[in-house]
Each structure stands twice: as C-alpha cells, then as structure tokens.
C-alpha cells in the first residue's frame, strides 16, 4: 500500500500494544487512516526567510532522534524536499490520555506509532515529522525530520494531512483532547517546538493550523482546536512578531457567506467566478490563479497567507465587488443595507456601527482588522 492510498475508514480503531505503562491504545485520527501525498506546490511559497521579521533567537527545545527511541529503519528511501514548509499542522493521537509521563512511555508511543503506520497504512515510516508526549518528550518521527529543520532550508515530505504533505510539518500530541485540554507540560513544549519551526523556516505564526482545517476529520480535538488562537500567540511572542490575526479557513465544498466573500473580493481582482456562495471547482481554480498571482502556495485553500493579500482597504466612494462582499456581510448580520456595490454614507454607518461591536477602531474604513472580523 502507498502512502498516496486511503482504503480505511476514518472511524476505524486500533488495537496495538505500546509494552509500555499500558498494554493497549485506541489509535485515532493518526493512527488509523492514511493521509494523501501530493506533487510539490508549483508555486512559489510567501513565507519571509529566517530572521526577515524580527525573530528572537528561539532556544532549540530538547528532540529524541529515531535513533534515540530505536526507531526502524524506513521501507524506502525518505523524500527531502528543496523546499521549505509553510505552515505547521497539529494533530492528537487520539490515544488514551496517559498518566505515564516518563521517557521510556513517550519512545513505546514513538514505536508504536510507526508500527502502525508502517506495518497497517504500507507507509514508508511515521507519517508525522514529530510527536510530543503527555509527559512533555518530543520525538523524531519520519526520519531526517530533526536533520531538515536543523538546515533550516529543507522539508522532509510525511503522511500526515492529505494535500498538506509537501508544505505543512505535521506535530502529533499524544492524547484525546475532545474534551480534556492537553497537560501543561504537553503544551508549553508544543509552542517551544512551533516556535523553533517557525525560527528556522521562517513560518509566520498565522500559519499554525488544526488538522481539520484542511481534512474531514476531528483532528486535534475540540479542545486542542480552540486552543490554537493562544498557540499562535504564544509562539508569535516567542519569535518576536506580533500577535496574529487568526483567519477562517474556506476550501473546496463549503458553502455560506464566508465563500461568497472570497468570490467577490476575487471578483474584484479581475477573476471571473460566480458570487454564488458555493466553493466548487471554478472557484478553487479562482483562488488558485490569484493565489499564483500573489506569489502564495497555489493550494486552493484560502487561509491566512490568503486572506492577507485577498483583503483590502476598503472607503468611503469605493464601489466594486469588494464592497459588495462587505455589504452582504452587513446584511447577514442584521445590519439594513442595500447591497449596490457603492460605499456610501448608509454602509459606513453600518461598518462604523460594526467596528464598535467588535471593540476595533470605528474609523468607517474597512481594513485587515474589520475584514478579519466580518468573516468569523
């Protein structure tokens, strides 16, 4: 079986033993279905290079190498890329939440993980770059993980979110956190390992996602999801940059407001879709094209690195699709407003009106920070 193959079910379990502390896991969201490989992104990626944005030096946290935790070796030969990743992925095993939080637990997980990734999906080795456990030990997973974001310039290609292979560093947790948060310990050496990925890359901290933004599945949690705002916060002061926005993630197959503002914000940059509300084909090749335009990973995705350059300043006496997209965002938000594609006195009323509910500058003036808002 290939690491490109998806035969299993997402809601298939596991029964695996760790030989550690515990005698079996229920392996989840990671554990039990192949994530899809994908080609090299054909287009240019926006990240700055290391140290462009006023990055503090991050201290390297403490990583077990696959030797370390006696690793097997992989069936075929590891893909190093020339490319450098663009975002970081965070995934929980979906295991039970352990209370042996000792190192030799964290290597057993580490063994079992590629047991099974190997042995049940025919992976070539662990399908995450690394795995932290609820005692706090990071571990190597795919091989050549530790070595590429040493360099700092290349990615090892995992199997860990489809479509996301060749430009996302996947991090698994150990744990369920549906509906428990992850330990202290588990969290504060998750941001100390993004921080450092996004040092040595280059990774803007707007650019750390749960796996169920790109992928149908639970991944990482609810819990763990609604702690990635602080996971960016923390990791942006780390490196020194400012405290991201965090912007909705909109892809193929969803439907709503939300899309009918990527179409018509799209729209005003020349590219012709239907402002219908539905992310179908033609508009995931919309937003590829403006995506390759803009020099951002041409993914079809529309996520922060997108939302940044889609978004615009928007006035007073601007007329255009884009101010369509912010009156039909007013409108369905209660706001009275006849949707004619002209910023007039009555729509900055309302975004004014908008701001102060939304505790940002009630300027009239619809910037990144009001986009920001008109979309959650």
């Not at 060749?166 to 948060?181: L, P, Q």
């Not at 529309?302 to 912010?326: H, K, M, P, Q, Y």
């Amino acid at each position: 079986m290939s690491e490109s193959s998806n035969p299993l079910n997402r809601r298939t379990f596991l029964k695996a033993s760790l030989g550690v502390g515990t005698s079996v896991v229920i392996a989840g969201t990671e554990l039990r279905f192949p994530a899809e490989a994908e080609a090299a992104p054909s287009s240019p990626d926006n990240t700055p290079p290391p140290n462009s944005f006023n990055i503090n030096a991050v201290t390297p946290p403490t990583i077990a190498n696959c030797t370390a935790w006696n690793a097997r070796q992989p069936s075929s030969p590891i893909e190093m890329l020339s490319t450098k990743p663009t975002k970081v992925i965070v995934h929980h095993t979906a295991t039970p939440n352990s209370t042996d939080y000792s190192q030799a637990h964290a290597y057993s997980l580490s063994r079992s993980i590629q047991n099974y990734h190997m042995d049940s999906n025919g992976w070539i080795d662990t399908g995450q770059q690394f795995t932290i456990s609820r005692g706090g030990y990071i571990t190597e997973g795919r091989h050549r993980s530790l070595e590429a974001l040493q360099g700092g310039t290349q990615h090892v290609r995992g199997a860990h979110c489809s479509n996301q292979n060749d430009v996302a560093v996947g991090i698994e947790n150990e744990g369920t956190y549906t509906t428990v948060s992850p330990p202290q310990a588990l969290y504060n050496k998750l941001v100390a390992l993004i921080a450092y990925i996004c040092q040595q890359y280059g990774i803007p901290s707007t650019q750390i996602y749960g796996h169920r933004d790109f992928n149908a599945t639970q991944c990482p949690g609810d819990k763990l999801y609604a702690m990635l705002p602080q996971i960016r916060t923390d990791v942006a002061a780390a490196i020194g940059g400012p405290a991201p926005r965090t912007w909705p993630v909109v892809q193929r197959g969803q439907s709503g407001e939300r899309v009918k503002t990527v179409q018509y914000l799209l729209r005003e940059y020349g590219i012709n879709v239907t402002a219908d509300g539905i992310f179908g084909p033609a508009t995931e090749t919309a937003v590829k094209t403006f995506q390759t335009s803009k020099g951002v990973t041409a993914d079809g995705v529309v996520a922060a690195a997108t939302w940044e350059v889609l978004a615009f300043v928007t006035r007073r006496n601007d007329s255009g699709d884009a101010v369509r997209a912010i009156q039909s965002q007013l409108i369905s938000k209660s706001y009275s407003l006849t949707l004619d594609g002209f910023f007039g006195a009555s729509t900055e009323t309302a975004v004014r009106s908008f701001q102060t509910s939304r505790s940002i500058l009630s300027d009239g003036i619809v910037g990144l920070d009001t986009w920001n808002q008109l979309v959650k």
